[in-house]
């Protein structure tokens, strides 16, 4: 018999058949969808968040896991739709006009699945527009941007100046990347900034708590 505890630990070694094959197993012994992802994905990827700030394990490590929730949630999903279940909390996420950069921006959006966020991920090299036309077609709590080149950084700041212009005052802006810090966050008018995606999840369901 297949414990939820077993699925948290596959999906934290990324172990993705065996994530599915518990997956399976605990919905056949009478599981709820939503029960499996709140106490077997979420404790997982939540445990190797915690090493990831702790500098215990790096991004591959993050990643392979990230996948293994991935493939745990395609057979969840339809699961927890037919039920009705919606996530919590909606974020919009891409990485900002001029970049083609997204292992941070994917590795964020699937920490944020992970944590009841419904994800509507833009991609790469999104233009301010897009952002606002998809916060609004949401109806998004969160609209994340992401950024690996300090020659795109200006970009984060055009975005968060038309998400305001647009008055969406009930959808936070949180930033992120290699070059950016909570002084530019500060500086650019962003509710929030995050160094690392474990930290992303803290800080995105701080912010979407106040939307």
């Known amino acids: 018999m297949s414990t939820l505890s077993e699925l948290a630990i596959a999906v934290e070694g990324g172990k993705r058949n065996d ?21 077997g994905l979420v404790p997982g990827m939540a445990s190797i968040g915690e090493k990831f700030k702790n500098n215990e394990v790096f991004v ?3 990643l392979i896991a990230a996948r293994a929730m991935k493939e745990c949630m395609l057979i969840l999903e339809p699961l927890l739709a037919a039920a009705g279940i ?3 909390y909606t974020a919009v996420i891409g990485t900002v006009q001029g970049d ?3 292992i941070g921006k994917n590795l964020v ?14 991609g790469t090299n999104v233009a301010p527009e897009k952002f606002v036309a998809a916060a609004q077609e949401h109806s998004a709590q969160l609209i994340c941007l992401s950024a690996l080149l300090t020659t ?3 970009a984060m700041k055009l975005t ?18 290699a070059p950016v810090t909570q002084e530019y966050c500060d500086e650019i008018g962003a509710d929030g900034y995050s160094q690392d995606a474990a930290s992303a999840v803290d800080l995105a369901l701080e912010l979407a708590a106040t939307c």
Not at 109 to 122: E, P, Q, R, S, T
Not at 162 to 167: I, N
């Open 60 to 62: 591959p490590e993050m």
């Open 109 to 122: 959006a699937m920490m944020l699945k992970g944590a009841n966020f419904g994800i509507v991920d833009l």
């Open 19 to 39: 994530a599915k094959l518990f997956t399976q197993a605990l919905l056949d012994q009478g599981l709820k969808p939503l029960a499996i992802v709140e106490q």
């Open 100 to 102: 083609l950069h997204d």
């Open 86 to 88: 919606k996530p919590k």
């Open 160 to 177: 968060v100046q038309a998400v305001r212009a647009a008055g969406l005052t009930s959808a936070k802006i949180m930033v992120g990347g």
């Open 152 to 154: 795109t950084m200006p």
